[in-house]
C-alpha cells in the first residue's frame, strides 16, 4: 500500500519545490495564457495527488488529459526535459483513471435530480431575471409542499405547467406567479433538452463519495469529466462543477487539517464561474471555497489571468503556479502587475518582467512551507509527467471504461414515479369521474373543478408521503447547508 510521502516535488528552480501533503488541502492556482503549460502542469500534479494517496476530480476541456491511464515516454519534449533537469531514476507509469461523461458517450454518465440542483443554480442555467427566478422557486415550494418528486426534466416541466395553469390558486399563499415568467422557464427548459441537458437530470443520481476512491496499491483514483462536448454550454459546465463542489460541501464531515487531503478538485476555465452570477450567489461560492478547507478538499482554480477570480477567492489560494502572461496593451500590462502582486517578495527576482518572459513550461512557484506561509516566489521548471501526454484512442478510453468497478451501475437509467406520472395519473383520473358525473334531465352537469381535484390529490400524496424516508425532505442540494437545508435522510 502507498504511504503518505513527505512533500509533493513538482517543479525545480534553485532547489527542488514540493507541497506538503498536510498542506495541500489550502487551495491552489495554476494561471497563464493559452498555450504556456497550465494542461501539464495540472497533469504533473494530478499525478503527484494520486502518488499521495489522494483522489482526484478534473475536467478535461480540450480532451489532453485522457491519456493519464498509460504510461509515457512517446514524447521527445518529455524527454529532453528529463536529461534538462537531471531527473534520476525517473520512470513513466500510468495511473487509476475514472472516465465520466454528462452525455455518456465518453465516460460514465453523469447525473443529478432537479430536486438536488435547487432552484438557485437552476435559474443560472436557465439564465433567468430575479422575478422569473422567483417564480421557479415557487414551483420547487410547491412541490416540496406536495410531496411530489422533482426528479428529472419532464417533472419539472408539469410542475411548472400546473403552477402556471392555477395560479390564482397559490397567489395568497405564495405570492404573484405571472404566466410570463412561468413561459420564460419553460423556454429555457426546452433549450435545456434540445442542448441534451436532459440526459443531466435523472436517476440514478451521482454519489459523490464514488470520486473518493483509491485503487489496490493505494494511489487515489482520477475522475476525469469529459467536458468539450459540455463547453459547448459554458454556463452549463460552470453550474455543473459547482453544483458537485457544493455536494462535496454538504456531504463530507469536518476533519479540521488532516495528514493529507481527503480529495483534489481541480476547477478548469474557472473564470466560467463567476461570469454574470449574481451577487448572491458569488456570496456563497466564496464562502464554499473558504470553509471547504476544513472537510479536507483541496480546491486548485485554473484559469488564464488571476484577476479572472474575485479578490475574496484569490486571497484564499495558498499554492500558486503562475505560467508567462502576454502585455501588449495597457491593460495586459496592468494586469500582469497585478498578478505579480499576488506572490510573496523574493528580491532577487523582477517578477513583473519574468512572467513575461518565462517560456513554456516554465512558472513562477509559491507553496506554503510547514509553518503554512507562503514560500517566496521563485522561478522554476515544471517538472515532465510520468503518464502518456497524447490522449487515447476511443478503443483505449472504452477498455478503461469498461474495467471500472462503476461500470453497469450508472449506464441504467431509472425512471420512478414523480411529479410528471402522479400529476398525469391525476388529470386523466379526473376527466373519468368527470365523464361518470349523471347530468339531471333538463339541467347542465355541474363543472366539476380540475384544480381542486388534483390539489386535492396531491395533499393525499403528501399526508401519504410524510411517513416515508423520502417524503420527510426533498432534497436540495444547493449549498444547502448554508442556506439551511437539511440533506437526504
Known amino acids: 500500500m502507498a504511504t503518505t510521502p513527505l512533500s509533493l516535488p513538482f517543479a525545480k528552480g534553485k532547489e527542488e519545490i514540493s507541497i506538503l501533503p498536510r498542506m495541500a488541502n489550502r487551495h491552489g492556482l495554476i494561471a497563464g495564457a493559452t498555450g504556456t503549460g497550465k494542461t501539464v502542469s495540472l497533469h504533473v500534479l494530478a499525478e503527484a495527488f494520486s502518488r499521495m494517496g489522494v483522489p482526484i476530480f478534473m475536467a478535461d476541456v480540450k480532451g489532453d488529459l485522457s491519456g493519464l491511464p498509460k504510461p509515457g515516454g512517446e514524447n521527445p519534449k518529455v524527454a529532453e526535459r528529463i536529461q534538462k533537469l537531471g531527473l534520476k531514476d525517473f520512470t513513466f507509469e500510468g495511473y487509476p483513471v475514472v472516465f465520466w461523461d454528462v452525455f455518456g458517450e465518453q465516460g460514465h454518465p453523469v447525473r443529478t435530480t432537479i430536486s438536488e440542483m435547487g432552484p438557485l443554480l437552476l435559474s443560472r442555467i436557465l439564465s433567468l431575471n430575479e422575478i422569473q427566478s422567483g417564480v421557479l422557486t415557487i414551483v420547487f415550494k410547491l412541490a416540496d409542499d406536495n410531496g411530489l418528486l422533482l426528479l428529472d426534466l419532464k417533472d419539472l416541466r408539469a410542475m411548472a405547467q400546473f403552477v402556471g395553469d392555477n395560479a390564482e390558486q397559490f397567489r395568497t399563499q405564495y405570492g404573484n406567479i405571472s404566466a410570463a415568467s412561468v413561459g420564460a ?18 436517476e440514478p443520481a451521482l ?8 485503487d489496490g496499491s493505494g494511489r487515489g483514483v482520477i475522475n476525469i469529466l469529459t467536458a468539450d462536448k459540455l463547453m459547448q454550454s459554458p454556463k452549463v459546465y460552470a453550474t455543473l462543477l459547482l453544483w458537485m463542489l457544493s455536494e462535496l460541501f454538504e456531504q463530507l464531515p469536518e476533519v479540521g487539517d488532516p495528514e493529507k487531503p481527503r480529495l483534489i478538485f481541480f476547477f478548469d476555465e474557472a473564470h466560467l464561474l463567476f461570469e454574470d452570477v449574481p451577487k448572491a450567489l458569488e456570496e456563497k461560492i466564496e464562502q464554499v471555497v ?12 485554473v484559469t488564464q489571468n488571476p484577476l479572472d477570480l474575485p479578490e475574496t477567492v484569490l486571497g484564499q489560494l ?5 505560467h508567462a502572461l502576454r502585455a501588449f496593451t495597457p491593460k495586459d500590462q496592468k494586469a500582469v502587475k497585478a498578478a505579480a502582486e ?6 532577487e527576482l523582477n517578477v513583473v518582467k519574468a512572467i513575461t518572459e518565462l517560456a513554456v513550461g516554465e512558472a513562477l512557484v509559491s507553496v506554503l512551507d510547514e509553518k503554512g506561509t507562503p514560500t517566496m516566489v521563485e522561478r522554476a521548471m515544471i517538472y515532465p509527467p510520468k503518464s502518456r501526454l497524447t490522449p487515447l484512442t476511443p478503443e483505449e478510453r472504452g477498455q478503461v471504461i469498461r474495467a471500472s468497478v462503476l461500470y453497469g451501475h450508472y449506464e441504467r437509467t431509472v425512471d420512478r414515479e414523480s411529479a410528471y406520472e402522479k400529476l398525469k395519473a391525476r388529470t386523466e383520473q ?23 381535484d388534483i390539489i386535492n390529490a396531491v395533499a393525499k400524496s403528501a399526508a401519504h408521503a410524510v411517513g416515508s424516508q423520502i417524503g420527510r425532505q426533498i432534497i436540495r442540494g444547493v449549498l444547502g447547508s448554508l442556506f439551511g437545508s437539511s440533506r437526504r435522510r
Open 185 to 202: 422557464i419553460q423556454r429555457g427548459l426546452l433549450t435545456i433538452e434540445q442542448q441534451g441537458g436532459d440526459r443531466f437530470f435523472g
Open 430 to 452: 379526473q376527466k373519468i369521474e368527470a365523464q361518470e358525473v349523471p347530468t339531471p334531465k333538463g339541467r347542465a352537469a355541474a363543472p366539476r373543478s380540475q384544480t381542486t
Open 207 to 214: 454519489n459523490i463519495q464514488d470520486f473518493m476512491q483509491t
Open 318 to 322: 495558498s499554492h500558486r503556479v503562475q
Open 290 to 301: 473558504r470553509l471547504i478547507r476544513s472537510k479536507g478538499v483541496g480546491v486548485y482554480f
Open 342 to 347: 499576488t506572490f510573496r517578495t523574493n528580491p
